[in-house]
């Protein structure tokens, strides 16, 4: 149940089948939501002993409230500031604000400053919001973010769109959002990892038979997308078991793009790696590397006999757009073996667009856009229907590239969670399109290449970042790729 992630119309499905199927009452799940923040809250800061909270009009208030009379009874210093009438609250909320105030505690308006505390939590707006956010609550939001103390998100950082991860005009900055039932779409992708901090999953003990009736097509992906997809080798194996992979690319001037594909499929555990690049630099491509098998390309005709030895290609690394490349193009589209198209080969697609089931596309946000005749802003408003729009005009599989990767395919999406800004940089996209051509050519469908690929490229940065994030370069993620792999 935690790996999987739904729209926000979908977890209010599940809410309401939790009450009224499940039997379980509206302030029990509240009660539980409130109990399992101030958990998580007390283990991320066990010295801290005062709260400020501020809460909304609905349930995401009365979850604070659930969490001011917590910290009440622990011995907290506890100051609430409402920012709706207390007396319209209704339901599970009102019980809530009810039972605050009978253990002791005071509600007070919101003035447009928040007073000190150890912890913040922001217990404004929920997973409905689907407008600007104005008024008071842009003016909480905006003290909110002005504030040095950690801030603590009850459900989904207010402001913040639960399918899109956009910020409605403005949104919390959390340093840690708990989440309720169900994971969020705009939790996991896009901008929404400048504003949920560090993100938990409380199920709140909801059956598994409430679940079962809200299904969804979305999922995150974790270790067990490794272990499904990629067994223990047979102590058997030989290097033709593991593949034959074939990158393509390498314009003159830009050769390092392709050499990275190269060495990326080679630590992913392909077999055999050729590489087919300009004949200005195939002669020393592999010096350092010599592992890897360097094909000169005088025409895109002298690759057809290799063609015919291979077991999954990958094109585009520093390819270019030119004539050369145009016609390497052609001719590998209308390969049988399963393909990755990346980086130039992209741009050239999108100029004659046509739709194929044996290919995994990896656009960044800009290719992605040039792909749909539209602007990036427009991908990065919503990343989940610009896959998905992808995945039904050009077939095969999706990989949205950015910060929370997606993967697209006709049986739905896949998130990532892993990776760090340290992979903005110059040839992350082209050892992703190595590793995952690498894992085509070992047997793997396009599907579990794609999930598997980004799901290890993306560990894989994260262990090179010991040194830190800044600076952190493709060949230092390439180096981590033989321990993830094998995780």
């Given at each position: 149940?935690?790996?999987?992630?739904?729209?926000?119309?979908?977890?209010?499905?599940?809410?309401?089948?939790?009450?009224?199927?499940?039997?379980?009452?509206?302030?029990?799940?509240?009660?539980?939501?409130?109990?399992?923040?101030?958990?998580?809250?007390?283990?991320?800061?066990?010295?801290?002993?005062?709260?400020?909270?501020?809460?909304?009009?609905?349930?995401?208030?009365?979850?604070?409230?659930?969490?001011?009379?917590?910290?009440?009874?622990?011995?907290?210093?506890?100051?609430?500031?409402?920012?709706?009438?207390?007396?319209?609250?209704?339901?599970?909320?009102?019980?809530?604000?009810?039972?605050?105030?009978?253990?002791?505690?005071?509600?007070?308006?919101?003035?447009?400053?928040?007073?000190?505390?150890?912890?913040?939590?922001?217990?404004?707006?929920?997973?409905?919001?689907?407008?600007?956010?104005?008024?008071?609550?842009?003016?909480?939001?905006?003290?909110?973010?002005?504030?040095?103390?950690?801030?603590?998100?009850?459900?989904?950082?207010?402001?913040l769109h639960a399918d899109t991860g956009q910020p409605c005009?403005?949104?919390?900055?959390?340093?840690?959002?708990?989440?309720?039932?169900?994971?969020?779409?705009?939790?996991?992708?896009?901008?929404?990892?400048?504003?949920?901090?560090?993100?938990?999953?409380?199920?709140?003990?909801?059956?598994?038979?409430?679940?079962?009736?809200?299904?969804?097509?979305?999922?995150?992906?974790?270790?067990?997308?490794?272990?499904?997809?990629?067994?223990?080798?047979?102590?058997?194996?030989?290097?033709?078991?593991?593949g034959h992979a074939l990158l393509v690319g390498g314009a003159?001037?830009?050769?390092?793009?392709?050499?990275?594909?190269?060495?990326?499929?080679?630590?992913?555990?392909?077999?055999?790696?050729?590489?087919?690049?300009?004949?200005?630099?195939?002669?020393?491509?592999?010096?350092?590397?010599?592992?890897?098998?360097?094909?000169?390309?005088?025409?895109?005709?002298?690759?057809?006999?290799?063609?015919?030895?291979?077991?999954?290609?990958?094109?585009?690394?520093?390819?270019?757009?030119?004539?050369?490349?145009?016609?390497?193009?052609?001719?590998?589209?209308?390969?049988?073996?399963?393909?990755?198209?990346?980086?130039?080969?992209?741009?050239?697609?999108?100029?004659?667009?046509?739709?194929?089931?044996?290919?995994?596309?990896?656009?960044?946000?800009?290719?992605?856009?040039?792909?749909?005749?539209?602007?990036?802003?427009?991908?990065?408003?919503?990343?989940?229907?610009?896959?998905?729009?992808?995945?039904?005009?050009?077939?095969?599989?999706?990989?949205?590239?950015?910060?929370?990767?997606?993967?697209?395919?006709?049986?739905?999406?896949?998130?990532?969670?892993?990776?760090?800004?340290?992979?903005?940089?110059?040839?992350?996209?082209?050892?992703?399109?190595?590793?995952?051509?690498?894992?085509?050519?070992?047997?793997?469908?396009?599907?579990?290449?794609?999930?598997?690929?980004?799901?290890?490229?993306?560990?894989?940065?994260?262990?090179?970042?010991?040194?830190?994030?800044?600076?952190?370069?493709?060949?230092?993620?390439?180096?981590?790729?033989?321990?993830?792999?094998?995780?």
């Open positions: 149940m935690k790996n999987r992630v739904y729209t926000a119309t979908q977890v209010r499905q599940l809410d309401r089948s939790a009450i009224h199927d499940a039997g379980i009452p509206a302030y029990t799940l509240m009660s539980r939501a409130g109990q399992a923040t101030f958990d998580h809250l007390r283990s991320r800061w066990p010295d801290a002993r005062s709260l400020c909270i501020l809460c909304g009009a609905g349930n995401n208030g009365g979850d604070g409230y659930v969490i001011a009379r917590l910290a009440l009874q622990a011995g907290w210093q506890v100051t609430l500031i409402s920012l709706a009438d207390v007396s319209r609250l209704q339901g599970a909320a009102q019980q809530a604000s009810h039972n605050f105030s009978a253990a002791g505690g005071h509600v007070q308006a919101f003035t447009g400053e928040i007073p000190p505390a150890a912890v913040i939590v922001d217990a404004l707006l929920g997973t409905g919001l689907d407008r600007t956010v104005e008024g008071a609550y842009a003016a909480a939001i905006q003290q909110l973010n002005q504030q040095t103390a950690p801030l603590v998100a009850v459900d989904i950082p207010s402001g005009g403005g949104a919390v900055e959390a340093t840690l959002t708990v989440t309720y039932i169900g994971l969020k779409a705009g939790l996991l992708t896009g901008k929404a990892r400048d504003y949920c901090g560090t993100l938990h999953l409380a199920t709140l003990d909801v059956p598994d038979s409430v679940y079962a009736q809200v299904p969804t097509d979305m999922h995150l992906l974790g270790l067990h997308t490794l272990h499904e997809h990629l067994a223990p080798r047979r102590r058997s194996a030989h290097k033709g078991n593991a003159p001037g830009m050769s390092g793009a392709i050499r990275l594909a190269g060495e990326a499929a080679l630590r992913a555990g392909s077999g055999l790696v050729s590489v087919a690049t300009h004949p200005e630099h195939a002669p020393f491509l592999n010096v350092y590397r010599p592992e890897l098998m360097v094909h000169a390309l005088d025409s895109p005709s002298t690759l057809s006999p290799l063609l015919t030895r291979v077991n999954a290609i990958g094109i585009g690394p520093g390819m270019a757009q030119t004539v050369w490349s145009t016609e390497l193009l052609t001719l590998i589209q209308n390969t049988s073996q399963p393909k990755v198209l990346d980086a130039d080969a992209l741009n050239l697609l999108a100029q004659t667009p046509s739709q194929r089931d044996d290919w995994i596309l990896t656009p960044h946000p800009g290719e992605a856009a040039r792909l749909l005749s539209c602007t990036t802003a427009a991908v990065e408003q919503d990343r989940v229907t610009a896959a998905r729009r992808l995945q039904r005009e050009y077939g095969g599989v999706i990989v949205l590239k950015g910060a929370g990767t997606l993967v697209a395919s006709s049986n739905g999406i896949a998130f990532c969670d892993a990776g760090n800004p340290g992979m903005a940089s110059g040839g992350m996209g082209d050892a992703l399109t190595g590793i995952i051509t690498a894992l085509l050519a070992q047997g793997l469908s396009l599907e579990a290449a794609a999930t598997t690929g980004v799901w290890v490229h993306a560990h894989a940065a994260d262990r090179a970042t010991a040194d830190g994030e800044r600076g952190l370069l493709a060949s230092d993620l390439i180096t981590h790729l033989r321990e993830v792999i094998n995780t």
